[in-house]
C-alpha cells in the first residue's frame, strides 16, 4: 500500500516556466513533508521540507506547500532551469522518538527543457 | 564537513552469498538509516541505528543485518543473497535530536546474479 503517492511519473517544462510536482499521502500521522532530487548514479539531494504546522515554505525557487485537508503537496520550481532536470522525490515522516523514517513517493521525472 | 560515502560503489555477487556494503556518516550526525531501492522504485526503509542501537526496523527479512560502530559509521549485511536483493543500497545520515532531514550518501549499486 502506497501512502505516498506521485501520480506523475514524468513532467517537461520549458526553460523559465514554472514547474509543479505533485504527491498525495494517505497517513493522517505524517507530521513532516520533505522533498529531494536525485541525478542519476547519485543518492538523493535534500531540497525543502515543510512541518505539518505550516502551509507553505520557501527557498529561492524552491517553494513547497502543503494543504492537510486534502493530504497533498505541490513543489513549485520558478523559473525551472535545465540544471533542474532530474527524478524528484516526495518523502514523509511521522514522530517515533529518534527514529524518523521516511516513506517515499516513487519519484517524478523533471525534464526542463532550453 | 564531510558529506556521506558510501563503499563499494558497485559489487557483483551470486545468489546465496553473503554482502557486506559500508557507510560513513556526515560529521556530527549520531545516526544512519539503509533504504533500499529497486529500479524505477522509491527508497525503501531497511533500517536505522542511533548511537550504535538500532532504533526502528522496515518490512525486510532478519537476514538484513546491520550495526554502528562508536563513530556512528555503519554496515549493512546481507546473508544468503536472492536475485530479488539486485537494487541499490543508499545510506543517510541525520543528527538523532532533530533527524528530520537526511544526508544521502551516492549509493551501492548490487547485482545478485
Known amino acids: 500500500d502506497q501512502q505516498v503517492k506521485q501520480n506523475s511519473p514524468s513532467l517537461s517544462v520549458q526553460e523559465g516556466r514554472i514547474s509543479i510536482l505533485n504527491c498525495d499521502y494517505t497517513n493522517s500521522m505524517f507530521d513532516y513533508f520533505l522533498w529531494y532530487k536525485k541525478y542519476p548514479a547519485e543518492g538523493p539531494t535534500f531540497l525543502i521540507s515543510i512541518s505539518s504546522i505550516k502551509d507553505k515554505n520557501e527557498d529561492g525557487r524552491f517553494t513547497v506547500f502543503l494543504n492537510k485537508s486534502a493530504k497533498h503537496l505541490s513543489l513549485h520550481i520558478v523559473p525551472s532551469q535545465p540544471g533542474d532536470s532530474a527524478v524528484y522525490f516526495c518523502a514523509a515522516s511521522k514522530n517515533a522518538g529518534n527514529n524518523r523514517k521516511l516513506i517515499w513517493g516513487l519519484g517524478t521525472s523533471l525534464a526542463v527543457n532550453p | 564537513e564531510t558529506g556521506v560515502t558510501q563503499s563499494p560503489t558497485h559489487l557483483i555477487k551470486t545468489r546465496g552469498q553473503q554482502v557486506t556494503l559500508r557507510c560513513s556518516s556526515q560529521s556530527g550526525h549520531n545516526t544512519v538509516s539503509w533504504y533500499q531501492q529497486a529500479l524505477g522504485q522509491g527508497p525503501q526503509f531497511i533500517f536505522q541505528?542511533?548511537?550504535?542501537?538500532?532504533?526502528g526496523r522496515g518490512n525486510f527479512p532478519p537476514r538484513f543485518s546491520g550495526l554502528q560502530f562508536p563513530n556512528y559509521s555503519s554496515e549493512l549485511n546481507v546473508n544468503a543473497l536472492e536475485l530479488d536483493d539486485s537494487a541499490l543500497y543508499l545510506c543517510a545520515s541525520s543528527r538523532g535530536d532533530s533527524g528530520n532531514e537526511q544526508f544521502f550518501g551516492p549509493g551501492t549499486r548490487l547485482t545478485v546474479l
Open positions: 541505528y542511533y548511537r550504535e542501537e538500532e532504533n
